[in-house]
Nanobody, 124 residues
Framework: QLQLVESGGDLVQPGGSLRLSCAASGLVLDYYAIGWFRQAPGKEREGVLCISKSGGTTNYADSVKGRFTISRDNVKNTVYLQMNSLKPEDTGIYYC?????????????????WGQGTQVTVSS
């Protein structure tokens, strides 16, 4: 059974860093594109970053450019979201999901196997 599990969320001060993990069971992550999404209170879920099978990355949120990066550890079957210089507006629940294809997509409806999410709170 395919399952993605996010972890690493926490309360952090503005300017701090966090690394989120997306671990998979029932799926070899390096065969597929994996995306990170986030949902702030009262807002729609938005795409953040995606990594394709080839390792290419796509940024879907201008607000995180230069601060967030996505990477994959094929041995651990895990995808990471490194978040630096965090801002209060980065607060939200972060999710990972897969397109079950080699390529990323800007269409959220093409992603599946959503995890339960991990809470990130940026506050002083």
């Amino acid at each position: 059974q395919l399952q993605l599990v996010e972890s690493g969320g926490d309360l952090v001060q503005p300017g701090g860093s966090l690394r989120l993990s997306c671990a998979a069971s029932g799926l070899v992550l390096d065969y597929y594109a994996i995306g990170w999404f986030r949902q702030a209170p009262g807002k729609e879920r938005e795409g953040v970053l995606c990594i394709s099978k080839s390792g290419g990355t796509t940024n879907y949120a201008d607000s995180v450019k230069g601060r967030f990066t996505i990477s994959r550890d094929n041995v651990k079957n895990t995808v990471y979201l490194q978040m630096n210089s965090l801002k209060p507006e980065d607060t939200g629940i972060y999710y990972c999901a897969t397109t079950r294809r080699r390529y990323c997509s800007g269409d959220r409806s093409e992603y599946g196997a959503w995890g339960q999410g991990t809470q990130v709170t940026v506050s002083s």
